[in-house]
C-alpha cells in the first residue's frame, strides 16, 4: 500500500490559482497512474484528472479541461494539481489516488486524506 498526503488547499478569489500537491511514500509512484479526485458539500466524490506513470497521457474532466493541469515528478513521488482560473463551483475537498483502470478508477485503498480548496466569489 502506498500513502499518500495532499497539500496545498486554501481560499482563493474567483479567478485565481492553487497548485496541488501529492506526496507518496510507502512504495514507489513510478510504476503507476495518479489522478485527483474531489468531493463538494451534499455531492459524490467526481474525477478531476489523471495521468500516467510516464506522463505519456493525461486525462481530465471536462469541467476542468483547459483550467488544470496535472503533472509528476517521479523523482520526488509527488503529483501536482495545477489549478488555473477557478470558479466557486471547484469548492471541494480534493483528493488524490492510484489509479487502477485508466482514466477514472481509483484503487479503493491508496488514497490521500484530502485538502480543502475553496473558491469565493
Known amino acids: 500500500q502506498v500513502q499518500l498526503v495532499e497539500s496545498g488547499g486554501g481560499l482563493v478569489q474567483t479567478g485565481g490559482s492553487l497548485r496541488l500537491s501529492c506526496v507518496a511514500s510507502g512504495r514507489t509512484i513510478n510504476n503507476y497512474s495518479m489522478g485527483w479526485f474531489r468531493q463538494a458539500p451534499g455531492k459524490e466524490r467526481e474525477f478531476v484528472a489523471s495521468?500516467?506513470?510516464?506522463?505519456?497521457?493525461?486525462y481530465y474532466a471536462d469541467s476542468v479541461k483547459g483550467r488544470f493541469t496535472i503533472s509528476r515528478d517521479n523523482a520526488k513521488s509527488t503529483v501536482y494539481l495545477q489549478m488555473n482560473s477557478l470558479k466557486p463551483d471547484d469548492t471541494a475537498v480534493y483528493y488524490c489516488?492510484?489509479?487502477?483502470?485508466?482514466?477514472?478508477?481509483?484503487?479503493?485503498?491508496?488514497w490521500g486524506r484530502g485538502t480543502q480548496v475553496t473558491v469565493s466569489s
Open positions: 495521468n500516467t506513470w510516464d506522463r505519456d497521457r493525461t
Open positions: 489516488a492510484r489509479i487502477v483502470v485508466l482514466p477514472s478508477v481509483p484503487s479503493p485503498s491508496d
